[in-house]
């Protein structure tokens, strides 16, 4: 195994925009978690920040830009199918602008509440995720 990737860190970013969050349906050709719903964001890069990350994965998976207000949410680990470890952090934002536009690997996407979130077939990361965000309330 290659000694630069023991673990992926991963970071999440839980979208709000007129009291609604962004999630995302990723392509039955991902290798972790096919055909699943998710949320926006990606791997942050040697030498990148988190924050760094969060914004420009955000830009490149959904083509949308998000406030420099950022406030830690959650933390989640699993295991990869290819057997990588993904220790990953997520983070709510707030929609700044922009128009949806995915990027190859994700192919829907919907804007989604607290009553109607858990009709998708999400992650069970995500839903965790998702779950203590609208229990707090915050939207």
Known sequence: MDATKLHIIAITG???KNKQVLIVKR????VAFPNMWTLPGGKVERGDSILKTLKKEIKEEV???IND???FSNEYNFIRP???SVV???FVCKYKSGEIILEQGLNNYKWVDKKNYLQYNLIPGVKKDLKI???KDKI
């Open 88 to 90: 990953g952090l997520s």
């Open 69 to 71: 207000e950022i406030n």
């Open 82 to 84: 290819d057997n990588y």
């Open 63 to 65: 083509g949308l830009e």
């Open 14 to 16: 839980i979208i709000v």
């Open 27 to 30: 392509d039955k050709k991902e």
């Open 133 to 135: 965000f609208f229990t």
